[in-house]
Nanobody
Framework: QLQASGGGLVQAGESLRLSCAAS????????MGWFRQAPGKVREFVAA????????YYRDSVKGRFTISRDNAKNTVYLQMNSLKPEDTAVYYC????????????????WGQGTLVTVSS
């Protein structure tokens, strides 16, 4: 089970940190990802991190502004979002998949409930 938190209303240029807590004892067996869905749009990939935290991948529009990280001891993955823009407004979801050799943006098996991020201009 995945539980996302940390969303809220911020102004453009501000920061937020999302957290996603996972239940179970095998968190380190999973690659983790963050996705988002803006109103009226399809869900899109934001960032991914492999089981160890040694590899990450971002969509181009968030590179340099967002950082994904994880703490396997706490069964938690984070998304630090800086320099937020109105176009970042969306419901953000965390997701998990069994780790594979190549860090992927598809094939996520488990999804948490979303947390809403609203960025005002």
């Amino acid at each position: 089970q995945l539980q996302a938190s940390g969303g809220g209303l911020v102004q453009a240029g501000e920061s937020l940190r999302l957290s996603c807590a996972a239940s179970g004892s095998t968190f380190s067996s999973y690659d983790m990802g963050w996705f988002r869905q803006a109103p009226g749009k399809v869900r899109e990939f934001v960032a991914a991190i492999n089981w160890s935290g040694g590899r990450t991948y971002y969509r181009d529009s968030v590179k340099g502004r967002f950082t994904i990280s994880r703490d396997n001891a706490k069964n938690t993955v984070y998304l630090q979002m800086n320099s937020l823009k109105p176009e970042d407004t969306a419901v953000y979801y965390c997701a998990a998949k069994h780790t594979t050799r190549v860090l992927s943006i598809t094939g996520y098996e488990y999804w948490g409930q979303g947390t809403l991020v609203t960025v005002s201009s």
